[in-house]
């Protein structure tokens, strides 16, 4: 299987609302790899950080890298 280019294609701020009527902050960060996809992954604002958003990516991608071998 060919490497999976990874293509980020929205990051954005999302309110998700809780159960409790209260909200919670997230950034939304929807991308694809090779030809699949879209993906969306959800990360905690406090948190969000380049390095936390590639270590998901990468650790999905190699998932699917795995299942396709």
Known sequence: M???AVEITD????TMPQRDGS??????V???LGKFGPF????PVD???DL???SRVDALKREI???HR
């Open 2 to 4: 060919p490497d999976l």
């Open 65 to 67: 890298e795995a299942m």
């Open 52 to 54: 936390a958003m590639r």
């Open 47 to 49: 948190g969000f950080t």
């Open 30 to 32: 929807t991308f694809y």
């Open 23 to 28: 909200t919670l902050a997230q950034k939304r």
């Open 11 to 14: 990051i954005r701020d999302y």
């Open 40 to 43: 969306v992954e959800y990360f």
